[in-house]
């Protein structure tokens, strides 16, 4: 089996990597990916506490990220229900979003991930139902 490419660390101005303030990629091996985020002041609410959106987003991406590391980039995963919870808040500095493959299938996967401080307090936890859909298809409905 040949290794898939890790994807860049960070994108173009607009791109989700941008968007989602992402900072590197520290882990892509197939079933588990690592990255770190940055938490922006203008991503906070109520003095300084990350908006849920964000953990949810940084979260879904190491998963996706996971999946991507596992089954390459023919297949797009999708999700069909995300979970989250919250145990601290995510405040400016720098976090880390990890995700893992807990089970597969066919076309069905799960996922669970969590976001956690640099120094390994946990933020919050995450599960995921995805369903990999042929890249070529998702393309060809694209507008």
């Keep these: 089996m040949t290794a898939i490419p890790t994807p860049p660390d960070t994108g173009p101005a607009g791109s989700l990597p941008h968007s989602l303030a992402q900072r590197r990629i520290i882990r892509f091996d197939p079933g588990h990916a690592v990255i770190e985020y940055e938490v922006l002041p203008g991503m906070c609410h109520s003095g300084g506490v990350a908006q849920g959106g964000f953990v949810t987003g940084w979260i879904d991406a190491a998963m996706a990220h996971a ?77």
């Excluded at 991507?68 to 808040?89: C, D, T, Y």
């Design 67 to 143: 999946v991507m590391a596992q089954f390459g980039f023919e297949r797009v995963p999708i999700s069909l229900e995300l979970k989250v919870s919250f145990f601290a808040p995510a405040n400016p500095g720098r976090v880390l979003a990890e995700g893992w493959i807990e089970r597969a299938g066919g076309r069905t996967l799960f996922a669970e991930g969590r976001l956690t401080t640099l120094d390994g307090k946990i933020l919050a936890k995450a599960s995921s139902t995805i369903s990999l859909i042929d890249a070529a298809k998702v393309r060809e409905k694209m507008v």
